[in-house]
């Protein structure tokens, strides 16, 4: 079917529905077990905070909300993920209708991100990434419509989504630097008033009881966050090697993104007008949070990791489009659409194939048989049913537990302390006399001291072939 001003916006409907049903089988069909960033979500979720040692709150949140609605169906969770990529390209296509008159170049905006990796192979794996997405794109609609309506309305839901995708991740700090220089140049230039301003009241409601977790957890998430760059171990190259390999990385990523935009113009040309106020705001929301990241690893001297990049590319289609709308063909469409059409099926087969073939990944591993084994052997041990137990371990063993497990125990991080005393965990999770027992789960566990009323070995076949240790504790 050939792309055209009237069926534009209905092959678009068509595109997200394919891509969500495609989305969804193709690792509900390959996959053993859910991937590890969402098997952490669910432990986390197990146990409701306004944050966690990694991350704050809003994945786990989300994972906690679908649980209840699916309980343990690992499709619900590629769905999650998939909501998250298809909320994400129908905002993607309202901006775009706010600057082309033509739904074709609306439609082109979004096809083109099928050349980027992060919105089709990496998006199955809900994690925090996947879930600023839609926060993010939310954020960029809403300040589009702030500044060009300057309407309250559109002022407080850029407050709200920013709030939340803050809450999704940290990273979200890089498009609010955008977000800030956009405003800031704009308010000198009296193209708005302070009533932008506005916008800071529902985000910082949404931010503050975080915040004040933050500052009862030692900021917690934030050391993490450095932990992960790697600050504190630079030396004087890694301001030179770290930003140029963050900066090749990015331009392998883009590779089929530029090859495909390169079928619908073979001429690059176009002229930039800096007083154009739709150009200012694609550059601020674009190059300006890539660029800060470029220099924070610049300056800083620290790794930036590819996939912490996922929402950052969300409008590089729009931007693209704009600058060179004028040179774009909209008769010569089959090359591109020959390039799309290859993308998006070979993409779903890549992802089938690496999950078939390969039998030593995280999606390998046999959660479900473990919990089915440790639930047996606690009826084996003890007479109570296996309700309202807290389960303490790392999030990866640990939390399948908590998920494949019907009875939805709570979780608690041991990844160093292994303390066997059920009192230690009774006051740091707030046990009550109605919780029952302690299961601890690992790799770590020598033994259970005085209170060990059953250790034993699992075989996962996978990690090495390591065994997970396992001991239980009845409280009764």
Same mark, same amino acid.
């Given at each position: 079917?050939?792309?055209?001003?009237?069926?534009?916006?209905?092959?678009?409907?068509? !595109?997200?529905?394919?891509?969500?049903?495609?989305?969804?089988?193709?690792?509900?069909?390959?996959?053993?077990?859910?991937?590890?960033?969402?098997?952490?979500?669910?432990?986390?979720?197990?146990?409701?905070?306004?944050?966690?040692?990694?991350?704050?709150?809003?994945?786990?949140?989300?994972?906690?909300?679908?649980?209840?609605? !699916?309980?343990?169906?690992?499709?619900?969770?590629?769905?999650?993920?998939?909501?998250?990529?298809?909320?994400?390209?129908?905002?993607?296509?309202?901006?775009?209708?706010?600057?082309?008159?033509?739904?074709?170049?609306?439609?082109?905006?979004?096809?083109?991100?099928?050349?980027?990796?992060?919105?089709?192979?990496?998006?199955?794996?809900?994690?925090?990434?996947?879930?600023?997405?839609?926060?993010?794109?939310?954020?960029?609609?809403?300040?589009?419509?702030?500044?060009?309506? *300057?309407?309250?309305?559109?002022?407080?839901?850029?407050?709200?989504?920013?709030?939340?995708?803050?809450? =999704?991740?940290?990273?979200?700090?890089?498009?609010?630097?955008?977000?800030?220089?956009?405003?800031?140049?704009?308010?000198?230039?009296?193209?708005?008033?302070?009533?932008?301003?506005? +916008?800071?009241?529902?985000?910082?409601?949404?931010?503050?009881?975080?915040?004040?977790?933050?500052?009862?957890?030692?900021?917690?998430?934030?050391?993490?966050?450095?932990?992960?760059?790697?600050?504190?171990?630079?030396?004087?190259?890694?301001?030179?090697?770290?930003?140029?390999?963050?900066?090749?990385?990015?331009?392998?990523?883009?590779?089929?993104?530029?090859?495909?935009?390169?079928?619908?113009?073979?001429?690059?040309?176009?002229?930039?007008?800096?007083?154009? *106020?739709?150009?200012?705001?694609?550059?601020?929301? *674009?190059?300006?949070?890539?660029?800060?990241?470029?220099?924070?690893?610049?300056?800083?001297?620290?790794?930036?990791?590819?996939?912490?990049?996922?929402?950052?590319?969300?409008?590089?289609?729009?931007?693209?489009?704009?600058?060179?709308? =004028?040179?774009?063909?909209?008769?010569?469409?089959?090359? !591109?659409?020959?390039?799309?059409?290859?993308?998006?099926?070979?993409?779903?087969?890549?992802?089938?194939?690496? +999950?078939?073939?390969?039998?030593?990944?995280?999606?390998?591993?046999?959660?479900?048989?473990?919990?089915?084994?440790?639930?047996?052997?606690?009826?084996?041990?003890?007479?109570?049913?296996?309700?309202?137990?807290?389960?303490?371990?790392?999030?990866?063993?640990?939390?399948?537990?908590?998920?494949?497990?019907?009875?939805?125990?709570?979780?608690?991080?041991? =990844?160093?302390?292994?303390?066997?005393?059920?009192?230690?965990?009774?006051?740091?999770?707030?046990?009550?006399?109605?919780?029952?027992?302690?299961?601890?789960?690992?790799?770590?566990?020598?033994?259970?001291?005085?209170?060990?009323?059953?250790?034993?070995?699992?075989?996962?076949?996978?990690?090495?072939?390591?065994?997970?240790?396992?001991?239980?504790?009845?409280?009764?």
């Amino acid at each position: 079917m050939a792309i055209n001003k009237k069926n534009a916006q209905n092959l678009f409907y068509i !595109f997200l529905t394919i891509h969500l049903i495609i989305w969804i089988l193709i690792p509900t069909l390959t996959n053993n077990n859910l991937p590890l960033d969402t098997i952490e979500a669910l432990a986390w979720g197990s146990n409701l905070d306004w944050g966690f040692n990694k991350h704050p709150p809003m994945s786990a949140l989300l994972v906690e909300i679908f649980y209840q609605i !699916f309980g343990a169906q690992d499709w619900a969770y590629y769905l999650l993920s998939q909501i998250c990529v298809i909320i994400s390209f129908f905002v993607v296509f309202k901006l775009a209708e706010e600057f082309f008159e033509n739904k074709v170049f609306c439609l082109l905006s979004v096809l083109l991100l099928e050349g980027i990796y992060f919105y089709n192979f990496t998006t199955p794996e809900f994690n925090v990434n996947v879930c600023l997405m839609p926060f993010w794109s939310l954020t960029v609609l809403y300040l589009w419509k702030g500044f060009k309506d *300057n309407k309250i309305i559109d002022w407080l839901l850029l407050g709200l989504f920013a709030g939340l995708g803050f809450l =999704s991740k940290y990273l979200f700090i890089y498009l609010g630097l955008g977000i800030d220089i956009f405003l800031i140049y704009m308010i000198y230039k009296k193209k708005i008033d302070f009533k932008c301003l506005v +916008s800071l009241i529902p985000f910082l409601i949404v931010l503050l009881p975080h915040l004040i977790w933050l500052t009862e957890n030692n900021y917690i998430t934030i050391t993490y966050g450095f932990d992960r760059t790697g600050t504190g171990d630079q030396n004087f190259l890694d301001h030179i090697i770290h930003p140029l390999t963050f900066l090749g990385k990015q331009i392998g990523i883009l590779i089929p993104f530029f090859l495909m935009f390169l079928f619908l113009s073979n001429k690059l040309k176009s002229k930039f007008n800096i007083k154009d *106020n739709k150009l200012l705001f694609l550059l601020a929301i *674009n190059i300006v949070p890539i660029a800060s990241v470029f220099l924070t690893s610049m300056i800083m001297g620290v790794k930036i990791r590819t996939m912490w990049m996922t929402p950052f590319y969300l409008f590089f289609g729009v931007l693209l489009i704009y600058i060179f709308q =004028s040179q774009i063909s909209l008769n010569k469409l089959k090359g !591109f659409t020959a390039a799309f059409l290859i993308l998006f099926i070979f993409s779903p087969f890549a992802y089938a194939y690496v +999950s078939i073939t390969k039998t030593d990944k995280r999606t390998d591993y046999p959660g479900k048989e473990i919990a089915n084994s440790v639930e047996t052997e606690w009826i084996k041990n003890f007479d109570n049913k296996i309700e309202n137990v807290i389960i303490v371990g790392n999030e990866w063993d640990g939390g399948n537990l908590v998920y494949h497990i019907k009875s939805r125990p709570k979780f608690a991080l041991a =990844s160093e302390e292994w303390k066997m005393d059920p009192s230690f965990w009774m006051n740091l999770i707030g046990l009550s006399t109605e919780d029952i027992g302690l299961i601890f789960i690992g790799r770590n566990i020598k033994n259970c001291g005085e209170n060990i009323l059953s250790i034993y070995n699992v075989k996962t076949h996978l990690l090495k072939k390591k065994d997970l240790k396992v001991c239980m504790i009845s409280l009764e």
